[in-house]
């Protein structure tokens, strides 16, 4: 019995733990961008109306760019689709938050992918792939999650290639 109860409680010590970090305001703000921006664009190959009055417009490396003002997350358009910290630092916590909320969501929204075993490239301290078909196929559309060490600081970008480009 007493055991029962302790298993309950570390249970729930955890579960809390894990929602408070899936709703960290970065975490939150990612999710958003990358349903509203990139899940419509890989959808429909249309950009979203809300782009043009809610979000800071700008040309990054990763192409065109909306940067949600209040967090410093990005949503780019170029080759595929994502979002990235790159307007902000993310510490440890806030990291592990937004790549723990991402997998989840690629894992619901995207149930016909399937994780590739990849090891990451160099200056990649993360890096995972979901993909829709085998690599040589030439509808395979894939979405990735990675982290990497950048100039500014460390970059970690979530990106859809669009099904309708395959």
Do not use: K
């Amino acid at each position: 019995m007493i055991a029962a109860i302790l298993g309950g409680l570390i249970l729930g010590a955890g579960l809390r733990e894990a929602h408070s970090r899936l709703t960290s305001v970065h975490a939150a703000t990612a999710l958003t961008l990358f349903q509203q921006v990139c899940t419509s664009w890989a959808r429909s190959g249309a950009l979203p109306a809300m782009l043009q009055h809610d979000l800071d417009f700008t040309v990054t490396e990763f192409g065109m760019t909306w940067i949600d003002r209040s967090t410093g997350w990005a949503a780019s358009i170029g080759r595929g689709c994502g979002v990235t910290n790159q307007f902000v630092e993310l510490d440890p916590e806030e990291r592990a938050a937004f790549t723990e909320a991402a997998s989840l969501y690629v894992l619901r929204a995207y149930p016909m992918l399937r994780e590739e075993t990849v090891p990451p490239p160099q200056g990649f301290t993360s890096f995972r792939l979901w993909a829709s078909h085998p690599r040589d196929d030439p509808r395979r559309w894939v979405v990735m999650l990675f982290t990497a060490d950048a100039i500014e600081g460390t970059l970690t970008r979530w990106v859809i290639s669009s099904p309708h480009s395959a």
